[in-house]
Every structure is written in structure tokens, then in C-alpha cells.
């Protein structure tokens, strides 16, 4: 099996597991639940981490990029996640006992397994992009992985009814596989003795299908080269098939508060995920009539999450953001409504209060902000990023994007969580307790309801009221503006209709 070359080296072939990304980690069946203990943040982490990398298959998928494709991608991306996680000192941030690629690895496939096993389109989808991150591992394994994944099966012989065999065939006596061989490789096996691998001939339907197999007995015989097939398909099955098993089960699991938390997190991510082209693109905003534009800016600022209002005032303050602030809210602004000239506008008119020239503008940001629309570069028109991805990606000591709540310490979060409205100390401290306990789309969740509801109950940290759902989540910036939007009685974008209309200036 030769992997299609690539300028970025691949993480399996670098040396030792800790120089690996997990996601990169050596395939495998996932036959063994997992029994570690880890803290929930770290779960939250490596979770988020899965299900993106699943997500770019998925895109590449939905758009027939060829596996060709799919690996150089898979790989480019493993190779800056891990120079990423270095770079924000991954390792200080998930504890020792994580600290090794398999024990992430086998978490996160099973946290994403224990989120996607209650309904069948999920199910569909996550089989569907983790059998191809099986098989780019399966293509970039050594021969001893191989053949451990071989051993793995062959232990579950008895119970799955697999049966694989190695058997040797003299090439003088069965031609015919000298023949097919010849057919499928351009070229001559090495010797004239070949292995071959014998299994029921239904476990191979894609060979069967393109007659690159021969059949005897009801036994199909697989060169070496063939064996990713046969394992992909495996893995399929039983995945598969045990996802139906913990369908049955996941009440369980769900039975602890905090998993329970995180697995809805995940599946509402994925929904939007599935969702996004058609939820949050500029199109979308303005097909559905709920596209804010640069005039109505002042008066939705009040409206916006946490982490977007925080650079708005920031920028309101500097007049000017650096590149992973402008990245954040732009595209925020963008999934609102902002057309690309109204971007333009705005951010020319902020950053020309901080003295930055129009000359400079147009040199040095423009291009930026065309780019996120998709009229330079490459093209490709970028969503705005989902609290999982603001949450993951931290900025570094001077930079202000990222999620606040996840950001800030007590006082500062405090402070910002007055200056967004709300004056009630008492929940503004359940909000911050609920940050702290690292519950971040909690705590913003929470805050939509505080500033839904102005003054609530608040018992044993936790806000209570008739209306009041102390597990709602907020999963997307966007989400969260246009639901806050939508509570908002008689508004409408663009008027002047708006019950206590907030002004910036
Ligand atoms: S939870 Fe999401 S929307 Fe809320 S502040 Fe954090 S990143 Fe923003």
C-alpha cells in the first residue's frame, strides 16, 4: 500500500507516541471500553479535537474529494494540531494520566461514540468519518501494527464469526492468482510462493464486487496489499453493530450530571455542524430576513455572546483588535448578516479613530477581510466558528479573543458580566461559579437567561425559576445572538422599534 506523498510528514511515521497527535495514534477496533478516571475538562478537550477532525472528513467528503485528498488533509491537519497544542502548551493543560496519544485516543472515540449512538443520522455519521480515519491510519501502519490489528480480530473469532487464516500458495500449482495478481499490481509477485489470507467471502463485498479476489469453497483469498479492505470493513461492521448495543445503554452514562453535560454538547455541536451552510452563512441570514446591517450594530451589541461583546468594547475602546480578535468577531459578523463592503466599512471606521490611515487599511487589513468572504486566496468562504472552536483555540497572554469564560479569572469575568448587564451579584456569582467549574457553555447558557429574565432565584448556585433551564447550553455565537434577538419583544432589525434600545456611544 504505498500513501500518496505529502510535503508534511506524516504523525505515524514520527518516532515515539509522544510525539504523536492522538487523533494520529496506530488504528484499532475499540473493542475495550475504557476504565480511566479523567477530569471532565480534559474530556471536554479531547472530545472537541475529535469530533473537529471528523468534521473536516466529513466537509472533504461532502465535497467527493478522493481519499488522495482526504489524506493530505487529515494529515496537514494532525501536523498543526499537534504544533498547536505545543505552542498553547497542550500538555499543561490535559493532566499526566492523559498524557498518552492512546488513552486520548480511546476516550474521545468513545465519549464521540457514547454522543452519536442515540439517533441513527448520527450514528450514520460518525461511522462514516471514523471508518475513514481508521483506514488513513490503517494505510500509514507498519506491518507489526498490522498484524496486531489481525491478532485483535482473531481473538474475537469464536463471537463474531470471523475467520481468517494465513495460507501459502505456490504460484506454480495456482496460476490463476499469478494471473490476478499481475492484473491488480502491473507487476509480478516477488516469489514464487505467496501468502494469502483466507476469509468467509462476504466479509469482503468491495473486492468481491470488482472481482479482485478469487473464491474457493466460499472462502475469498486476499493478497497482503488487499487486507485494508477486508479491515475497513470489519471495523465498519463492528462499529456498527456496537453502537447499536450502547444505544441501549447510554442512559447510563448519562445518569453522571457532568458527562451527561458534555455529551449534549456534543450532539448539539454536530447539529449545527450539519446545519451550519444553511444556519449561519450571510445567505442564510439574509434569505431568512433576520440580517442585522452596520446601522443596526449599536443597538444589537447587547445582544451579542460574551466573547463577541467583549471584543466589541474592546474595540470600541482601542479602536483597533489583533488578527485572531478580528478573525473571531468578523466572521461572527459575517454569519449576522455584515455583507463584505459593510466589514470594510466598519472596521476602516473603528481602526481610522485609532489613527490608522485609509491607505494602511486598504494595504494591510482589506485583503483579510475580503479573504473571509471569499473573494481572495483560495476563495472558500468561511463560517463563523462554534464555541467548541473558540473554546479550543486559546489566544496567547496579550490577545483577547477566545471564550471569556474560559479566559478570564473571577474579578475580571465579574466585571465584564456587569458591564454586559448584568447588575444582580448574586447571579452574576452563580455564572462565574459555573465558569470556574469549567462549564463554560454553561455558564454562558445561564447568562442569556439572567439577561432574559433580570433577576432570578438563585439556590445552590444554580439559577431556578418557571423558566429557567439550568442545563441550556450555548454551543454557537451565532445561535446565541439570534435566540437573544428573537426574545427580545417587538424588535426588528433595523427599526426603531426595540423596548430599551442600547447604544454604544
Ligand atoms: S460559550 Fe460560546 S458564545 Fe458563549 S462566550 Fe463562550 S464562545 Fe462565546
Not at 494529515?75 to 493532566?95: A, G, V
Not at 447539529?271 to 441570514?285: C, D, G, I, M, T
Request: overall charge neutral.
Amino acid at each position: 500500500m504505498q500513501f500518496p506523498e505529502s510535503s508534511v510528514a506524516s504523525p505515524l511515521s514520527e518516532k515515539g507516541s509522544n510525539k504523536r497527535h492522538f487523533l494520529g495514534y496506530k488504528p484499532q477496533f475499540y473493542l475495550q471500553c475504557p476504565s480511566d478516571e479523567a477530569p471532565i475538562e480534559s474530556l471536554w478537550e479531547i472530545a472537541a479535537q475529535r469530533l473537529e477532525l471528523l468534521q473536516e472528513i466529513d466537509k472533504l467528503r461532502s465535497r467527493n474529494s478522493s481519499f488522495q485528498e482526504l489524506a493530505s488533509a487529515i494529515e496537514k491537519s494532525l501536523f498543526l494540531r499537534r504544533h498547536q497544542n505545543e505552542y498553547y502548551s497542550y500538555e499543561d493543560i490535559i493532566p499526566d494520566r492523559l498524557s498518552d496519544a492512546e488513552t486520548r485516543d480511546v476516550l474521545s472515540h468513545y465519549l464521540l461514540r457514547l454522543a452519536f449512538c442515540k439517533e441513527r443520522n448520527a450514528q450514520v455519521w460518525f461511522l462514516q468519518n471514523e471508518t475513514v480515519l481508521f483506514q488513513w491510519r490503517l494505510e500509514n501502519s507498519a506491518p507489526p501494527q498490522i498484524d496486531a490489528l489481525l491478532d485483535q480480530l482473531q481473538s474475537l473469532c469464536s463471537e463474531e464469526e470471523i475467520s481468517l487464516r494465513k495460507v501459502v500458495k505456490n504460484l506454480d500449482q495456482v496460476s490463476e492468482f499469478a494471473q490476478l495478481y499481475h492484473r491488480l499490481y502491473q507487476k509480478l509477485p516477488n516469489s514464487m510462493t505467496l501468502m494469502l489470507y483466507q476469509v468467509p467471502f462476504e466479509q469482503v463485498p468491495e473486492l468481491v464486487r470488482h472481482r479482485s479476489v478469487i473464491i474457493r469453497s466460499g472462502y475469498a483469498y486476499l493478497f497482503p496489499e488487499q487486507l485494508t479492505s477486508f479491515l475497513v470493513s470489519r471495523f465498519r461492521s463492528l462499529l456498527s453493530k456496537n453502537l447499536g448495543v450502547l444505544r441501549k445503554m447510554v442512559h447510563v452514562a448519562e445518569e453522571q450530571e457532568q458527562l451527561k453535560l458534555l455529551l449534549e454538547s456534543l450532539r448539539e455541536s454536530q447539529q449545527l455542524f450539519v446545519n451550519q451552510f444553511s444556519s449561519y452563512s450571510l445567505e442564510a441570514a439574509e434569505k431568512s430576513g433576520k440580517a442585522i446591517h452596520l446601522e443596526d450594530l449599536p443597538q444589537v451589541m447587547f445582544h451579542m455572546p460574551l466573547c463577541m461583546f467583549r471584543l466589541m468594547k474592546r474595540l470600541e475602546q482601542n479602536h483597533h483588535l489583533k488578527h485572531g480578535a478580528r478573525l473571531q468577531l468578523g466572521l461572527f459578523l459575517k454569519g449576522c448578516g455584515l455583507s463584505m463592503e459593510e466589514s470594510v466599512h466598519f472596521w476602516k471606521t473603528e481602526f481610522s479613530k485609532g489613527g490608522i490611515s485609509s491607505d494602511k487599511f486598504d494595504k494591510e487589513y482589506a485583503y483579510a477581510i475580503r479573504h473571509h468572504y471569499g473573494k481572495e486566496g483560495k476563495r472558500a468562504s468561511y463560517t463563523p466558528y462554534s464555541c467548541m472552536k473558540i473554546i479550543q483555540q486559546r489566544p496567547s497572554a496579550h490577545e483577547e479573543h477566545g471564550c471569556p469564560f474560559r479566559e478570564l479569572n473571577s474579578n475580571s469575568l465579574d466585571n465584564l458580566l456587569q458591564t454586559y448587564g448584568i447588575q444582580d451579584a448574586e447571579c452574576r456569582a452563580s455564572i462565574v461559579q459555573k465558569a470556574q467549574e469549567g462549564h463554560f457553555q454553561v455558564a454562558c447558557g445561564l447568562t442569556m437567561q439572567m439577561k432574559k429574565l433580570g433577576r432570578l432565584t438563585v439556590s445552590e448556585g444554580t439559577a431556578s425559576t418557571e423558566e429557567s433551564d439550568s442545563h441550556s447550553i450555548t454551543t454557537h455565537p451565532n445561535h446565541y445572538f439570534f435566540e437573544s434577538l428573537a426574545r427580545k419583544e417587538n424588535y426588528s432589525p433595523g427599526s426603531d422599534n426595540s423596548p430599551n434600545r442600547e447604544r454604544r456611544h
